[in-house]
């Protein structure tokens, strides 16, 4: 194995710019920190590339070498430099990107869509619940964070490699389309009706979860078939994006079981 001690070193840098979005469409590479992530990624079919690791990591460096990607040994802080985490794990490594689903694809029976929710740690966290949850597929409508962000892929612990994701823009135009082929939409939305005594949404449905702040768009709301809210019965007004989310999913797939 190589070893590399510059930060100017030519495969320091190009890693190091897998943290900016457009680096990662340029090249179609992303990002992934730490062993769990990387062997994620492995066991999920993405191509690696190039893999910076401690000594310590020699072990995972041979399987990265025998699955095509070139391994080199580094000093903690040229990790520092790359890795988005203020203290990295002590290997981090380059992949192919998953592929997103493409327009007219045909999707599972349940799927959850984010409508601008902004915080990469929500749409990480939304991503791996559905995926727990037996949610099928995650769509991302305008103004969402970048799904293949390290961020993001860090809050998804590996399910943003195996849980497909579509980029959803505009998201009206995705929803009447779903709804078109069947599905109900279920809008999050604090005025809206107690999910618990909601009727039953038939068996395709499309979650959809609103930005942070502001929650869903009018003009998203209008096309929804039912807006429900999750009841507040202590002295909290309302709960975060990820953690509502991640109670719709489950009971919503719990109902249908």
Known sequence: MER?????????RAMRELKDRRAREATGRILVEGEVMIREALACGLQPF???????????AGEMAAAGARAYLVPRSLLESVCETRTPQGVCASFSMPEP???GAELPDAVVALDGVQDP???GTIWRTAD???????????????????????????????????????????????????YSI???ALDGDDFYRRPDPGRRIALVVGNEAR?????????????????????AE?????VAAGIFMYDLINARR
């Open 4 to 12: 590399i001690t510059s930060a100017k070193n030519s495969v320091v």
């Open 50 to 60: 190039d893999l910076l690791a401690e000594d310590r990591f020699e072990a995972l």
């Open 101 to 103: 689903l493409q327009p």
């Open 121 to 123: 740690g929500n749409v």
């Open 132 to 182: 727990a949850a037996g949610f099928g597929a995650l769509l991302l409508g305008e103004g969402s964070a970048d799904p293949l962000s390290p961020k993001v892929l860090r809050a998804a612990m590996g399910s943003g490699f195996r849980l497909p994701f579509g980029r959803a823009e505009p998201l009206g135009e995705a929803l009447d389309a779903l709804s078109a082929r069947g």
């Open 186 to 188: 279920i809008a999050s």
């Open 215 to 235: 929650g869903i768009r009018p003009e998203i709301l209008a096309r929804a078939d039912y807006r429900l809210k999750l009841p507040m019965r202590g002295g």
């Open 238 to 242: 309302s709960l975060n994006a990820a």
